[in-house]
């Protein structure tokens, strides 16, 4: 049987960096949530479930980047487009805690780490990318689809360097850090390749069938002057 | 809720449901990026464990939830490879969905202005 361990184990990192990564871990994600209720709307609730299902799915999909080396999608640029980011990070931490806590996947000492390079650092730079880029970019499905692409590239690199710094700070052995960080760099960019194929695939689809559930496509356009005066 | 809406949540839990049942057997069985990267410089024998060399992984230690029924994408008891993942997979779709949707209703906006 495959056991397949796709996320930091426990004891690659020791013990007070991961504690302290569980504390920031925990810190933004209570900012997420304040930030998520504002866009939180009796549609936007059940939608965000159904992102953070597809997700957990396409997790599962592991595909060959090299000989002997496979990587699957993290999910935040996806989640981004489609539900925001503030409920995009919930939504991939949900995702980090329910493999976990039942798939023993991602150690339980290392949940911290984890939620903080795919969760955190993965979202923030997706939604940096899709806020930049769809100001240039067409508002429509092929739009959104280039932008997904880009983001999850730089996305999944960024989640990957997230790692480094924690393994820095903290790593339990000494091997050298330029040589992890290529390492881990030259995989991503072609994990973040192929999640860049199915975040695009993705977005596009749900755009073209129901644009009216993208978040990108509703509140990036223009801000959204009605809720700030109403709260 | 809608009807169209409930169909198009419907029927993108239906594809997760597909991609985590289904096309989660087809899936690669190498280690992914971080895994790679932590094994290497180190060898293993047939069930995984290290034999020698350094590499990031060495000081690894097993998951607290190992004995968890779904531990590592599989259904205990069901010795089938290709029916333990797809259940596995589907039965976390579910569970993701239902925690999911569940704690982002508790935590929606209510629609202000009721009165």
Partial sequence: MDAQAMHIANGIVNGPVSAIFVVVAVAVLAVCVVKARADLDDRLAPMAGLVAAFIFAVQMLNFQVLPGVSGHLLGGTLAVILVGPWVGALCVSTVLIVQCLLFADGGLTAIGLNITNMALLGTAAGYLLVAGLLRVLPKNPGGLGVTAFIASVVSVVVASQGFVLEYALGGTTQLSLPWISGTMAGTHVLIGIGEGLIAATTVATVARVRPDLVYALRRFRKPVVLEEAAA | ?115
């Fill in chain 2, 1 to 115: 809720m809608t009807r169209k809406f409930g169909w198009f949540l419907a029927g993108g839990l239906l594809v997760a449901l597909l991609l985590a049942g289904v096309v989660s057997n087809f899936a690669s069985s190498s280690p992914d990026g971080l895994d790679a990267t932590a094994r290497e410089g180190c060898t293993f024998d047939a069930n995984g464990e290290i034999t020698g060399g350094t590499c990031i992984a060495q000081r690894e230690q097993a998951h607290q939830m190992a004995d968890s029924p779904l531990a590592d994408y599989g259904i205990r008891g069901i010795h089938n490879s290709a029916l333990s993942t797809g259940l596995a997979g589907v039965a976390g779709v579910l569970i993701t969905f239902g925690i999911g949707a569940g704690g982002f209703w508790l935590v929606r906006r209510r629609e202000q202005k009721a009165a």
